[in-house]
């Protein structure tokens, strides 16, 4: 057995230990595989062991594995900072973007999106953490802008992301996380009929699944420690 194949093992028992400790299904939560950084070919070797959903945060590196891997049906999902002028390579390549906080961004993503590949799925991220992260939209703006991400066509809004900050505080990580699923939990009460709440990650996956996760994006715990670039 690879590597790759046990720590998927690893990763998909802890998921399956986190939900039946919340008394929810483990096939309730999706596992994205994070690749940054690693080649292609460990890619592959997750595809062997199963894995079918991938996640990126650089636009070109994405794409080079992408177009190497086209033969596999794969979905890949943007997870990373957008620049404007990478909205359309997005928005032709990919599945799913979980890292929107701005509008001006989901309009070029509307704008570029090919028709013939279907809606592409969003997320918006949302800064859970205050001061302590710069990245999504503020709490306040988050229905605002799903608001506006809901009339752009070829777009389908499907949740809420975060990315707390670091913290090896149990009860820290899961009062971030409780935040985005009170968040997602408003705008379906207002109609908005999201079922995405990507959160939880390497270290955190199991508060992350105990506050209602249906999306955990893992790397390290898969694919290995990255070297820092
Ligand atoms: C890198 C990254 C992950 C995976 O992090 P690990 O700690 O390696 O599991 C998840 N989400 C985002 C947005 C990332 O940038």
């Not at 919340?22 to 070797?45: M, N, Q």
């Not at 079918?52 to 080079?64: H, K, L, P």
């Not at 973007?97 to 013939?116: F, G, N």
Request: aromatic share 4%; with cysteine; charged share 25%.
């Amino acid at each position: 057995m690879s590597t790759i194949e046990s720590n998927l093992q690893v990763v998909r028992a802890r998921i399956a230990a986190a939900a039946r400790a919340a008394g929810r299904e483990p096939g309730d939560i999706a596992l994205l595989a994070v690749s940054k950084t690693f080649a292609a070919g460990e890619v592959r070797a997750a595809y062997a062991a199963g894995q079918r959903e991938f996640g990126e945060n650089y636009v070109q590196e994405g794409m080079e594995k992408i177009a190497a891997l086209s033969a596999l049906p794969l979905v890949w999902h943007f997870i990373g900072p957008i620049q404007s002028n990478k909205t359309r390579a997005i928005a032709e390549h990919f599945g799913w973007v979980h890292s929107v906080a701005r509008e001006k961004i989901a309009l070029r993503l509307a704008q570029a999106r090919p028709q013939e590949l279907g809606p592409l799925n969003i997320c918006l991220q949302v800064n859970v953490s205050g001061e302590a992260s710069k990245s999504g939209v503020a709490p306040e703006e988050v229905r605002p802008l799903a608001e506006a991400v809901r009339t752009l066509p070829r777009l389908r809004l499907r949740g809420l992301m975060a990315v707390p900050e670091p913290s090896g505080d149990i009860e820290l990580q899961r009062r971030r996380f409780r935040g985005l699923r009170v968040l997602l939990e408003r705008l379906n009460a207002a109609g908005f009929g999201l079922d995405t709440l990507s959160m939880g990650m390497s270290q955190d996956l199991e508060a992350a699944i105990m506050e209602g996760a249906t999306m955990v994006r893992v790397g390290t715990a898969i694919f290995g420690e990255r070297v820092k670039t």
